[in-house]
């Protein structure tokens, strides 16, 4: 983080906790000139998102597993409230049945998991990246270059890998729905007309409209996350500062008040950009299955 004997200055604090934990994969010498570097792997996003994956599906499991026909417990009851309001915003833009059986339990997956990796915000911005650096140290390593990030939400492939699943998807209903001959028909035809003339037109707007979608859909869950956990790093130098000098005697109590603050909103944030996220990914698909 810092060089062998002084604190690291503000700067130094906060690109070392924007860097990932990455590995290079070696997949191919010839990509590692395009604009996107696909040997490096952001290893940090991916392990965090796997666990914090398998245990939204633990829980949901459990919850699952202990419900009952009875009463509800407070546990069961918050669960339904989840799998119907879900369930209705399914029903409201997939009109198809059958499309419905498999989406509706994708757009539950995909609220729990974006919001429970939202959630990892909430944790104190040097908890685990800590802990990572006394293991590095451990094993033997520099610690300055244990590099840690906690929320796979701020880290721009996640969200953009999550986008394109939405979009593959779409592609696989619109020929699943419309057949090929159907969706290539509306490919050309929409939105200003069939006349031959306007076809190439016509298809790239659709291609416009497709990656704009894509691209907006993941850079808008990467943008909130991301600017939260500048804000809580911010937050944590406040502390940082008042350790390293006396005449911050008022840095503790705007480290706490801010703290407070911004934890209360940020829940407010976290679960907001996990409904648009799931709600934009139903509206998306449901567009696949109408006419344009």
């Given at each position: 983080?810092?060089a062998?004997?002084?604190?690291?200055?503000?700067?130094?604090?906060?690109?070392?906790?924007?860097?990932?934990?990455?590995?290079?994969?070696g997949?191919?010498?010839?990509?590692?000139?395009?604009?996107?570097?696909?040997n490096?792997?952001?290893?940090?996003s991916?392990?965090?998102?796997?666990?914090?994956?398998a245990?939204?599906?633990?829980v949901?499991?459990?919850?699952?597993?202990?419900a009952?026909?009875?009463?509800?417990?407070?546990?069961?009851?918050a669960?339904?409230?989840?799998?119907?309001m879900?369930d209705?915003q399914a029903?409201?833009?997939?009109?198809?049945?059958?499309?419905?059986?498999?989406?509706?339990p994708?757009?539950l997956t995909v609220f729990?998991w974006?919001?429970?990796?939202?959630?990892?915000?909430?944790?104190?911005?040097d908890l685990l990246?800590?802990?990572?650096?006394?293991l590095?140290?451990a094993?033997?390593h520099?610690?300055?270059h244990?590099?840690?990030r906690?929320?796979?939400?701020?880290d721009?492939?996640t969200?953009?890998?999550l986008?394109?699943?939405?979009?593959m998807?779409?592609?696989w209903?619109?020929?699943?729905?419309k057949?090929a001959?159907?969706?290539?028909?509306?490919?050309v035809?929409a939105?200003f007309?069939a006349?031959?003339?306007?076809?190439?037109?016509n298809?790239l707007m659709q291609?416009?409209?497709?990656?704009?979608?894509?691209v907006?859909?993941?850079m808008?869950?990467?943008g909130?996350?991301y600017?939260?956990?500048?804000?809580?790093?911010l937050?944590?130098?406040m502390g940082g500062?008042?350790?390293?000098?006396?005449?911050g005697?008022?840095?503790p109590i705007?480290h706490i008040?801010?703290g407070?603050?911004?934890?209360l909103?940020?829940i407010?944030?976290?679960?907001?950009?996990a409904?648009i996220f799931?709600?934009?990914s139903?509206?998306?698909?449901?567009?696949s299955?109408?006419?344009?």
């Amino acid at each position: 983080m810092a060089a062998e004997g002084h604190a690291p200055t503000a700067s130094e604090y906060i690109v070392h906790h924007l860097q990932h934990w990455q590995v290079d994969w070696g997949f191919n010498p010839v990509v590692q000139k395009a604009i996107v570097d696909f040997n490096v792997i952001n290893l940090d996003s991916v392990l965090y998102a796997l666990i914090i994956g398998a245990l939204g599906c633990f829980v949901l499991w459990l919850a699952a597993r202990k419900a009952s026909a009875g009463v509800p417990g407070r546990f069961q009851a918050a669960v339904e409230i989840l799998v119907e309001m879900v369930d209705n915003q399914a029903k409201a833009n997939i009109h198809n049945a059958t499309s419905r059986k498999f989406i509706a339990p994708l757009g539950l997956t995909v609220f729990v998991w974006v919001f429970l990796l939202n959630a990892m915000d909430m944790l104190p911005v040097d908890l685990l990246p800590a802990i990572w650096a006394k293991l590095f140290e451990a094993a033997g390593h520099d610690p300055h270059h244990a590099y840690m990030r906690v929320v796979p939400t701020a880290d721009l492939s996640t969200t953009l890998g999550l986008a394109v699943a939405i979009l593959m998807l779409r592609f696989w209903y619109s020929l699943k729905v419309k057949g090929a001959g159907g969706w290539g028909h509306e490919l050309v035809t929409a939105p200003f007309g069939a006349h031959p003339v306007l076809w190439p037109v016509n298809l790239l707007m659709q291609c416009i409209e497709y990656l704009a979608n894509t691209v907006s859909h993941g850079m808008r869950l990467f943008g909130n996350m991301y600017a939260g956990e500048l804000v809580f790093m911010l937050i944590a130098l406040m502390g940082g500062a008042m350790a390293l000098s006396l005449p911050g005697v008022l840095l503790p109590i705007g480290h706490i008040v801010a703290g407070t603050i911004w934890t209360l909103f940020h829940i407010l944030v976290i679960t907001l950009q996990a409904f648009i996220f799931m709600m934009l990914s139903l509206i998306y698909l449901g567009q696949s299955h109408s006419a344009h």
